[in-house]
T-cell receptor, first 117, second 109 residues
Framework: GAVVSQHPSRVICKSGTSVKIECRSLDFQATTMFWYRQFPKKSLMLMATSNEGSKATYEQGVEKDKFLINHASLTLSTLTVTSAHPEDSSFYIC?????????????FGPGTRLTVL | GQNIDQPTEMTATEGAIVQINCTYQTSGFNGLFWYQQHAGEAPTFLSYNVLDGLEEKGRFSSFLSRSKGYSYLLLKELQMKDSASYLCAVMDSNYQLIWGAGTKLIIKP
């Protein structure tokens, strides 16, 4: 199947700093990528849909000024958590839709565990 | 509103069979996915159903009834490594995935 990488896999930062997470589709072009967060023992929560060359679509309740998304190319989307606070600590997962696949499914990156001190 | 229901947790014995159910109500339907997620890892794709019936893939099978808004994932010959969360997700009319909360499957020797 298609491969999606995510970097970094783990980051610890101080409160008030910004953190950038990269999501790359390695062997396919993804016009659409998705950003999720997941709290312990909870399901995935879609934060935003990232569309190449246009503005991201944010889900209700997600602050677009806090979670900046840039999808500058067909293989790269970035999520920047600005002025991070301890409540932003979570597991952030990106996925990319491979429209050439048989099922149009989303392939997930390995996730980024963010801990804000 | 859109809703996906699946049991929170299930327990089964190594070597046995377990069925994880999923019911859904969504705006439109473009297929139902099952994903497996081990703790601390991202989900991995298991199966996709868009037509009624059973799809078999090795030890795993997935069933769909669109009229009933119902699916199940069947795992046979359970192994300890199958201990994980199993996520049911429906692709709605906007091709967006709507996720269930996941079923934590515990396998006992």
């Amino acid at each position: 199947g298609a491969v999606v990488s995510q970097h970094p896999s783990r980051v610890i930062c101080k409160s008030g700093t910004s953190v950038k997470i990269e999501c790359r589709s390695l062997d396919f072009q993804a016009t659409t990528m998705f950003w999720y967060r997941q709290f312990p023992k909870k399901s995935l929560m879609l934060m935003a849909t990232s569309n190449e060359g246009s503005k991201a679509t944010y889900e209700q309740g997600v602050e677009k000024d806090k979670f900046l998304i840039n999808h500058a190319s067909l293989t790269l989307s970035t999520l920047t958590v600005t002025s991070a606070h301890p409540e932003d600590s979570s597991f952030y997962i990106c996925s990319a839709r491979d429209t050439t696949s048989a099922y149009n499914e989303q392939f997930f990156g390995p996730g980024t565990r963010l801990t804000v001190l | 509103g859109q809703n996906i229901d699946q049991p929170t947790e299930m327990t089964a014995t190594e070597g046995a069979i377990v069925q994880i159910n999923c019911t859904y109500q969504t705006s439109g339907f473009n297929g139902l996915f099952w994903y497996q997620q081990h703790a601390g890892e991202a989900p991995t794709f298991l199966s996709y159903n868009v037509l009624d019936g059973l799809e078999e893939k090795g030890r795993f099978s997935s069933f769909l009834s669109r009229s009933k808004g119902y699916s199940y994932l069947l795992l046979k010959e359970l192994q300890m490594k199958d201990s994980a969360s199993y996520l049911c997700a429906v692709m709605d009319s906007n091709y967006q995935l709507i996720w269930g909360a996941g079923t934590k499957l515990i396998i006992k020797p």
